[in-house]
């Protein structure tokens, strides 16, 4: 149990364009969702927050207007990068919570997308 | 504020030799502490975590953890390293749960044959 999908695993796209990622929990209602940004060789930095149905909330030096999420459901969140640049280019990965109790104090992540800007 | 500090970006052992990843960590309430793992091009799996209740805490693959308040440590160790085990290794603290976990820097463990 506690399965998070990432859509798609890696993604190629040229200077300008936007492109989606999507997460998905699988099996359980994911409250809350993270997103989070890996640089080649460094920590996890944390984007974004996103509770289903309102809006996410986002770090200290992250463009919202940039890095678009949308948490529609209990199962999906989207995290748009828009006009994407070069130096956009990482290893995005998003993960999970739920409010339930097996799972009150852990993150389930997803397997990550990379992404390359042209 | 909370953070981590995880000495060694890059440790090397032999197989069936000792591991010890070295996490340290910042926090002005009790924490919540974890270890996660991450496979080249793959996310994180958690390996082990800590929620105040045994200092010592067992993980998957063998792996353990024991929470040091007065030294604010929380180490990873396993017995005798296996091949398999050759991945980047991230600590992470909380203050509130499942929520907002800050990540240390990450380790590299490299398992010589």
């Known amino acids: 149990g506690a399965v998070v999908s990432q859509h798609p695993s890696r993604v190629i796209c040229k200077s300008g364009t936007s492109v989606k990622i999507e997460c998905r929990s699988l099996?359980?209602?994911?409250?809350?969702m993270f997103w989070y940004r890996q640089f080649p060789k460094k920590s996890l930095m944390l984007m974004a927050t996103?509770?289903?149905?309102?809006?996410?909330?986002?770090e200290q030096g992250v463009e919202k207007d940039k890095f678009l999420i949308n948490h529609a459901s209990l199962t999906l969140s989207t995290l748009t990068v828009t006009s994407a640049h070069p130096e956009d280019s990482s290893f995005y990965i998003c993960s999970a919570r739920t409010s339930g109790s097996i799972s009150n104090n852990e993150q389930f992540f997803g397997p990550g997308t990379r992404l390359t800007v042209l | 504020a909370q953070s981590v500090t995880q000495l060694g970006s890059h440790v090397s052992v032999s197989e069936g030799a000792l591991v010890l990843l070295r996490c340290n960590y910042s926090s002005s309430v009790p924490p919540y502490l974890f270890w996660y793992v991450q496979y080249p091009n793959q996310g994180l799996q958690l390996l082990l975590k800590y929620t105040s209740a045994a200092t010592l805490v067992k993980g998957i693959n063998g792996f353990e953890a024991e929470f040091k308040k007065s030294e604010t440590s929380f180490h990873l160790t396993k017995p005798s390293a296996h091949m398999s085990d050759a991945a980047e290794y991230f600590c992470a603290v909380s203050e509130t749960g499942a929520n907002n976990l800050f990540f240390g820097t990450g380790t590299r463990l490299t398992v010589i044959p």
């Open positions: 099996d359980f209602q994911a409250t809350t």
């Open positions: 996103s509770n289903e149905g309102s809006k996410a909330t986002y």
